[in-house]
């Protein structure tokens, strides 16, 4: 069932069942009362990463929160998508940007990993988590990805699932597409990998195409900025082997 994108969603926390009442955040409270000026009645669509989504209705306000009611189940919760998003933080901003979009292109899992170019070694994590629900509210998701601590690239490789591939954007590939390298590839359980604005060491280039469950893919002629290169590499991994 698609989302219903005439009707205003939001995440929330809480386990959610028919009749069940809830109370909103002040900021989300705000939000609601204020922002969207909803009044007792006005409907709205809640979920929480778990519970599917339902449909709820403005059952009161108290003094910093809304309260609202559970009404019916709307769509059923579906399973996190078995896609691995491996990237090197980058400058606020365009980190925000990286996330929102790895979320609508369908990642489950989103991992930073520290390379030896990456700009940010400490993203935060509230904010990460922040972009990730908003991304989630907007387009109809309900299936919220998981948002992992950075970890160094050597331990991310160290700890990687062999029966899962991980393809990696290697600007030093011999063509310009990566058509024929993903078609090669029998697994469905994949990972992706996008490096720093000033792309993987020589080292690691090494290191990741000594591994046999790595596969190096080229993003086409032109040079990218890291931000856009991720978006690309879903979208191509997305339409040749993945869920389109």
């Known amino acids: 069932m698609r989302a219903n994108y005439r009707m205003q969603r939001l995440f929330v926390p809480d386990d959610l069942a028919e009749g069940t009442e809830i109370e909103t955040s002040p900021q989300q409270s705000h939000y609601l009362l204020n922002v969207l000026r909803m009044t007792e009645g006005a409907e709205i669509l809640l979920f929480?990463?778990?519970?599917?989504?339902?449909?709820?209705?403005?059952?009161?306000?108290?003094?910093?929160?809304?309260?609202?009611?559970?009404?019916?189940?709307?769509?059923?919760?579906?399973?996190?998508?078995?896609?691995?998003?491996?990237?090197?933080?980058?400058?606020?901003?365009?980190?925000?940007?990286?996330?929102?979009?790895?979320?609508?292109?369908?990642?489950?899992?989103?991992?930073?990993?520290?390379?030896r170019h990456t700009q940010v070694a400490r993203p935060g994590m509230e904010r990460l988590r922040a972009n990730i629900i908003e991304a989630a509210e907007q387009c109809g998701i309900l299936a919220v990805p998981e948002i992992r601590e950075a970890q160094k690239l050597e331990h991310v490789l160290a700890d990687w699932e062999p029966s899962r591939r991980l393809i990696f954007c290697d600007e030093d590939a011999a063509t310009n597409n990566p058509l024929e390298a993903l078609r090669k590839i029998p697994e469905r359980r994949l990972g992706l990998l996008v490096g720093p604005e000033g792309g993987f060491s020589n080292e690691e280039r090494q290191m990741l195409r000594a591994l046999p469950f790595v596969t190096a893919i080229p993003l086409g002629p032109r040079i990218l900025r890291a931000d856009t290169a991720a978006v690309a590499a879903l979208a191509v991994i997305q339409a040749t082997i993945g869920d389109w």
């Open 48 to 115: 929480n990463g778990r519970d599917g989504e339902w449909s709820a209705a403005v059952a009161g306000r108290e003094k910093k929160s809304a309260r609202l009611k559970l009404l019916a189940l709307q769509r059923p919760q579906p399973p996190l998508p078995d896609l691995i998003y491996c990237f090197a933080p980058l400058k606020q901003g365009r980190l925000d940007y990286l996330v929102q979009k790895a979320v609508e292109m369908g990642a489950g899992v989103l991992q930073p990993v520290v390379t």
